[in-house]
């Protein structure tokens, strides 16, 4: 029976079979409205064979002209909304607005009173015609949605919030029928709303709702759906189901809804990055746009997470053009491909290696860029200190590279996007950036060119980052890895950290080293544990974290400020600027001694070579957990054996 009643619910009804249901309704609800009424001992006394021989000929064609009329029976009735809902009112309205004139027409004349229908009749017969008509629609549907959808078979949400917001969240996923989702109740501490219904489905308090409670009614999934919510109260409701079986997501704010309607597709699980809670940052882009308007700007290191969203964001000032420069050829084009619907002809995609001084002066001398944003670089820590050759070739090398030759072609403006990694560095990649600091700084001073540095920490979801490797770690079953219990980083969303790159590179003079504010730390270990919550597993019962010790370089804290360097603060609240002292004597010559290091046979020599001398650079590079510890207490830096 089930089987059979699926099998003719899929199948299509065709309109005019809609149109004889639905005149048959009508009939029938006709001589329902005349049986009740005379039950009543309220309806005239008229014989009940010439009810069907005068009177249903009439509700027939009127029915049939006002269905016709306004296309009541076009609709899909297993999708019936409420304008199918409104076209069967004015359906039943024109039917009884006709039948009553004719009535009406029919006592004026004085033929056959058997003709004539009483008022009282045509009122009871709308009431209950809009009733049946609307009841059988519905009725189909639901039918439709349990037993062809899958209605018994759907994922059971709550929406927490029962406000404005929650109410149209509620409407996006019963009205999708690809959601397969059964919405429970929603949830509010609003003590007013507690209690009631919306809709229907209940609201609960959500400061009492148990474990109990969602593993009885099965749900499986709860929608956050409150506007403008501090990241604070979302970090306590992610907490809140911290222990249960459950996915949490949420809804986009209303600023991202498309054309303003929430549709079910847009509401997505949590990110970390909406746990970090950060304010939207406020940027002048009047300043930016005047900063790019009509200039030639250059960005090395295009394809990479940086170099890619400064890319992007660039694309939406009146650039003269914009010239995307990366060796990483997959990577370039990936950029070329996402962003195409978003550049025109000002845009060139470039490939070239900052390490090669040949080419990028062709490149510079072809060009001429106004103004530089320098991204490319090594950033693996790691990787880097096994490979400290490459480091310097990149991040040092590259760098003096492509600076030199801002300065010989004139560029207005050059800025250098570094790492907190370079703040009293402990590993190659953080040393190999501080160094590069401090040239771009100290080439400032003699040179028309203005060059900035900015710093920032750790990116959520850049290549290689703790995130993508936690989530690939989670698909793989697990455990997830951290290096140290206590290790704890601060934390950007790229379009936040290029937001500020491309404000500091605005109000930049020349000199300075831009430090960005970049909120509280995070403990890594905390951070694991949200993202196996957020996955809808629990820790430590289907996913273990594994502490496996710090790598070589690694450090426990991070720092935005060197130890001899004092923060000033900007017009913009999440941008200081660190005053850098420069105190090495033959810092030019040593920086050419280091980027003209010559490889030699023996690998493990050459790196002790480039790390002592990047250490006369550094000074405050102390390598931590790493091979080249000794050199900072024992190493002979001038005769390295």
């Known amino acids: ?50 009810v069907i021989t005068h009177q249903l000929p009439q509700v027939l064609i009127f029915a049939l002209i006002s269905f016709i009329l306004t296309s009541s029976f076009k609709g899909i009735v297993r999708h019936t909304g409420f304008k199918d809902m409104m076209n069967v009112l004015k359906a039943t309205i024109l039917y009884t607005i006709m039948i009553s004139l004719f009535s009406w027409m029919i006592y004026e004349i004085k033929t056959e009173p058997a003709f004539r229908i009483g008022k009282t009749v045509i009122v009871v017969h709308f009431l209950f015609n809009t009733i049946a008509l609307s009841f059988l629609r519905i009725l189909y549907k639901n039918l439709y949605n349990y037993y062809v959808t899958g209605n018994r078979y759907k994922r059971k949400v709550m929406i927490y919030g029962a406000g404005d917001s929650g109410v149209i969240t509620y409407k996006a996923l019963t009205a999708d029928d690809k959601s397969k989702v059964t919405v429970m109740g929603f949830l509010d501490d609003n003590k007013k709303k507690v209690g009631k219904k919306i809709n229907g489905i209940p609201v609960y308090n959500s400061n009492k709702i148990s474990k109990e409670f969602i593993e009885k009614h099965n749900i499986t999934e709860i929608v956050i759906s409150i506007q403008n919510l501090p990241g604070a109260q979302l970090r306590e409701i992610v907490d809140q189901f911290a222990d249960y079986s459950v996915t949490l997501k949420i809804v986009p704010a209303v600023s991202n809804w498309l054309k303003g309607d929430l549709t079910a597709q847009q509401i997505k699980d949590i990110k970390i990055e909406d746990l970090l809670g950060r304010k939207p940052i406020k940027l002048d882009n009047e300043e930016i746009r005047n900063e790019i308007s009509g200039k030639v700007v250059m960005v090395t290191g295009a394809a990479g997470s940086i170099g890619s969203e400064i890319s992007r964001q660039i694309m939406n000032y009146p650039h003269k053009k914009l010239i995307m420069v990366d060796q990483a050829e997959t990577a370039l084009f990936n950029l070329q491909q996402t962003t195409r619907k978003f550049y025109n002809d000002s845009c060139e995609f470039v490939m070239g290696d900052v390490r090669n001084p040949e080419r990028v002066e062709v490149m510079m001398r072809h060009y001429q860029p106004d103004i530089i944003f320098h991204a490319a670089a090594y950033k693996h820590v790691p990787l880097m200190e096994d490979n400290p050759y490459e480091a310097v070739m990149t991040n040092v090398k590259g760098t003096k590279t492509i600076a030199d030759l801002a300065v010989k072609y004139g560029v207005e403006k050059f800025v250098m996007v570094s790492t907190d990694k370079a703040v009293n560095p402990t590993n190659v990649m953080g040393a190999t950036k501080r160094v590069a600091e401090l040239y771009v700084t100290q080439l400032n001073a003699k040179s028309n060119t203005k060059f900035v540095v900015t710093r920032f920490g750790n990116v959520l979801g850049s290549n290689g980052s703790v995130i993508p490797t936690f989530k690939r770690q989670i698909e793989e079953g697990g455990p997830l890895t951290v290096t140290h219990p206590d290790i704890n980083r601060y934390f950007m969303t790229i379009p936040e950290a290029c937001q500020l790159v491309l404000e500091a590179g605005a109000m930049g003079k020349g000199g300075e080293v831009f430090v960005f504010d970049m909120g509280e730390s995070v403990k890594i270990f905390d951070l694991a544990k949200k993202v196996i919550q957020l996955s809808g597993l629990k820790y430590p019962e289907d996913i273990d974290i594994k502490i496996t010790g710090l790598r070589p370089g690694e450090k426990i804290y991070e720092e935005l400020l060197v130890d001899n360097e004092t923060a000033i603060k900007t017009h913009h609240p999440k941008i200081m600027i660190a005053k850098v002292y420069q105190s090495v004597q033959g810092f030019e010559q040593k920086v050419m001694d280091l980027v003209f290091t010559e490889p030699t046979e023996n690998a493990m020599e050459a790196n002790l070579i480039l790390v002592s001398k990047m250490k006369e650079l550094v000074p405050e590079y102390q390598p931590s957990n790493s091979i080249y510890t000794s050199i900072s207490n024992s190493f002979d830096f001038q005769n390295p054996k």
């Open 1 to 50: 029976m089930s089987y059979q009643l699926k099998k003719h619910l899929q199948k299509e009804t065709p309109r005019w079979l809609v149109l004889l249901i639905d005149l048959y309704i009508t009939l029938n609800t006709f001589l329902l409205t005349f049986w009740v009424l005379r039950w009543m001992n309220i309806a005239p006394e008229t014989d009940f064979g010439k």
